[in-house]
């Protein structure tokens, strides 16, 4: 998969998720500095003649050679489809300290393919079985990250599930900080939380938030939780209405994906 490391991973190899640590450790900082989050939307092969049976070890192979030990990529993860519009979907993410480390980063990822398959008939075997799992049509998005953060705190070895909101910017509102602060952050069933605004990619209204949950049934227990949450925080309802009022006009609309991490590859 040379030619997908090369052009995605140099131009973004991006999350979610991330993606967490690095957004986590900037958010908590004072001044708030964003970190850059480059996003690849990627499509397994529909050819029936490839084995998948391999996908995991060949890309743990990559990360361990290659991911792990570049420095300039601060976080990075790749997160399956659960339920999206198109079950294909595989988004690979990862995160740079600053949008120059995004082009440096693969200077430092030729180095690396370089040391870890020293030999260039090994080296290509390699990549082509790689490059054959996926779609030769991919999509690119780079983000920062914004100040709404909730670190994930988690020992688990399973896959998680990754709720994301893909908001369209409205054209003003209010409240965003208070209902992070008084609803987001005191919702127990929602382990991590990130948010991110589009800096590159085919639409410059793009709002991301990202929900990390346990489980895919904590996910309906958070909403009923959040209700809850909202009418401990706002029990006035002429208040509640007014509030509301200005909230709703943060996004103009948005769209949701569910996808899970692939815990062995994340950074």
Excluded: C
């Excluded at 054209?171 to 991590?192: A, I, P, Q, W």
């Excluded at 049934?217 to 009022?245: C, I, M």
């Amino acid at each position: 998969m040379k030619s997908f490391k090369n052009v995605s991973f140099g131009i973004l190899v991006f999350l979610f998720i991330f993606t967490s640590k690095a957004t986590a450790q900037e958010a908590q900082k004072e001044e708030f500095k964003p970190v850059f989050l480059t996003v690849t939307t990627l499509h397994r092969s529909n050819d029936p003649n490839i084995d998948f049976s391999d996908w995991k070890k060949t890309e743990q192979e990559y990360y361990d050679k290659v991911t792990a030990k570049n420095d300039l990529i601060l976080g990075s993860g790749y997160y399956f489809h659960y339920f999206t519009p198109d079950d294909s979907e595989i988004l690979a993410v990862s995160v740079y300290k600053s949008w120059e480390d995004i082009e440096k980063a693969n200077e430092v990822t030729a180095k690396l393919v370089e040391q870890g398959w020293s030999d260039e008939a090994n080296r290509k075997a390699f990549f082509d079985k790689q490059n054959s799992y996926y779609s030769p049509v991919h999509s690119d998005e780079i983000y920062a990250s914004l100040n709404f953060n909730k670190p994930l705190k988690t020992d688990s070895k399973e896959p998680l599930i990754y709720y994301v909101k893909k908001n369209k910017a409205g054209t003003g509102g209010s409240g965003y900080k208070e209902y992070f602060d008084n609803v987001t952050m005191k919702n127990s069933f929602v382990k991590g939380v990130h948010t991110m605004r589009h800096r590159w990619g085919s639409n410059s209204q793009d709002a991301l938030e990202v929900f990390i949950f346990d489980n895919l049934g904590d996910v309906e227990k958070s909403f009923k939780e959040n209700t809850r949450l909202e009418d401990a925080h706002w029990p006035d309802k002429t208040k509640a209405d007014a509030f509301f009022k200005g909230y709703s006009k943060i996004f103009a609309g948005h769209g949701d994906a569910i996808y899970r991490n692939v815990p062995s590859l994340e950074k």
